[in-house]
């Protein structure tokens, strides 16, 4: 089946600071890709549509210069949360969609990683 | 408003016990419905699939039901164990030009009692 993988599984860093999530097909390419963000006991919000090689589409309320997000390969997607807040704590969670499955939306989910700012 | 509801929020079973999730949606034009199950700290995994013309659709003790005339589905879960307890989340994906959209249900969350 398909496996998506996501680096770090957990990260914990100062207020201020930068941190990326990297978000990996295994074995498939996967032109587009999804990340989400999921509080406690919380179901999962989107945040952002990636397509490789273009700009990511970004969900209402989400601060594109906040959350940047690139979609370099067909197989690799990265978030990055700059100058982290203690409110960007949260658990962030990446989905990859092969091309064939656009129209049933068959999306395969990361791990997740657990992302805490002190 | 394109909306999926689920019930209960929580619930607790003794093991070896079913039990049944309720999902109720609003979204429109309607693709696909899935059931997914997540673990604590972890991925959603997808458990089900049904589309507009399927009523039911098992995975080992998972069983989802489909009504879409209703527009409720439910996941019954047969004879539960302990590695059931998990968030069990509905997903309905809306046909869009540009690519469907999943619309999320809150999640129940099951935990399972020895």
């Known amino acids: 089946g398909a496996v998506v993988s996501q680096h770090p599984s957990r990260v914990i860093c100062k207020s201020g600071t930068s941190v990326k999530i990297e978000c990996r097909s295994l074995?498939?390419?996967?032109?587009?890709m999804f990340w989400y963000r999921q509080f406690p006991k919380k179901s999962l919000m989107l945040m952002a549509t990636s397509n490789e090689g273009s700009k990511a589409t970004y969900e209402q309320g989400v601060e594109k210069d906040k959350f940047l997000i690139n979609h370099a390969s067909l197989t690799l997607s990265t978030l990055t949360v700059t100058s982290a807040h203690p409110e960007d704590s949260s658990f962030y969670i990446c989905?990859?969609?092969?091309?064939?499955?656009?129209?049933?939306?068959?999306?395969?989910f990361g791990p997740g990683t657990r992302l805490t700012v002190l | 408003k394109n909306q999926v509801e689920q019930s209960p929020q929580s619930l607790i079973i003794l093991e070896g016990k079913n039990c049944t999730l309720q999902?109720?949606?609003?979204?429109?034009?309607?693709?696909?419905l899935r059931w997914y199950k997540q673990d604590t700290g972890r991925g959603p995994v997808s458990l089900t699939i049904m589309t507009f013309s399927e009523n039911t659709k098992s995975n080992g003790r998972y069983t989802a039901t489909l009504d879409a005339d209703t527009k409720q589905s439910s996941l019954h879960i047969t004879a539960s164990q302990l590695s059931d307890s998990a968030s069990y989340i509905c997903v309905v994906s809306m046909i869009k030009a540009a690519g469907n959209k999943l619309t999320f249900g809150g999640g129940t969350r099951v935990l399972v009692k020895p």
């Open positions: 074995d498939f390419q996967a032109t587009t």
């Open positions: 999902c109720n949606y609003t979204v429109s034009p309607f693709s696909n």
């Open positions: 989905s990859a969609r092969e091309p064939l499955e656009q129209f049933t939306d068959t999306q395969y």
